[in-house]
Structure formats: C-alpha cells, structure tokens
C-alpha cells in the first residue's frame, strides 16, 4: 500500500507541475498578446522586409576547348 501511495503523490506533483507549466504559458501569451503588443508591434514595423532588384552578372558559355558557344548581352 505504501508504494502506491508514493506513486500516486509522485504523480500528482508531475500533474501539478505540467499545469503550473501550462498556466505560466497562458498567462505569457496573454501578456504578449495585450500588455506587450506596442512593443512588439513597432519592431516588427523596423525589420519589414525590402526587396531590391539586382541585375544578374551572366558570364559566357564555353565548349571544353574554350570556344565561345553563348554569350549575355543586354538589351533594353
């Protein structure tokens, strides 16, 4: 009887434990979610990404003896 006492409180502390861990969780996202959304919203706002376009720098192609079988060139 003795070891499934000790079973049973053991496993009430790993229960307590998981749901400490859950209502710590909850409470954090919470606090994200309303009391820090200022916050986080204004540096989301600084990392915004931007694109640029970079023109391509296309070399020519060679056979194997080195002749020039393709080569760029630009148009516009």
């Known amino acids: 009887m003795a070891i499934r006492n000790e079973i049973v ?9 998981m749901v400490l ?4 969780l909850i409470i954090r996202i919470l606090l ?8 986080w919203s204004s ?6 990404y931007k694109t640029s376009e970079i023109p391509a720098n296309r070399g020519d192609i060679l056979a194997h003896d080195g002749r020039l079988l393709a080569s760029s060139v630009p148009y516009y």
């Open 9 to 17: 409180w053991r496993s009430g502390v790993v229960y307590l434990v």
């Open 21 to 24: 861990l859950a209502i710590t």
């Open 32 to 39: 994200l979610q309303t009391v820090e959304r200022g916050k």
């Open 43 to 48: 540096m989301s706002e600084r990392y915004v």
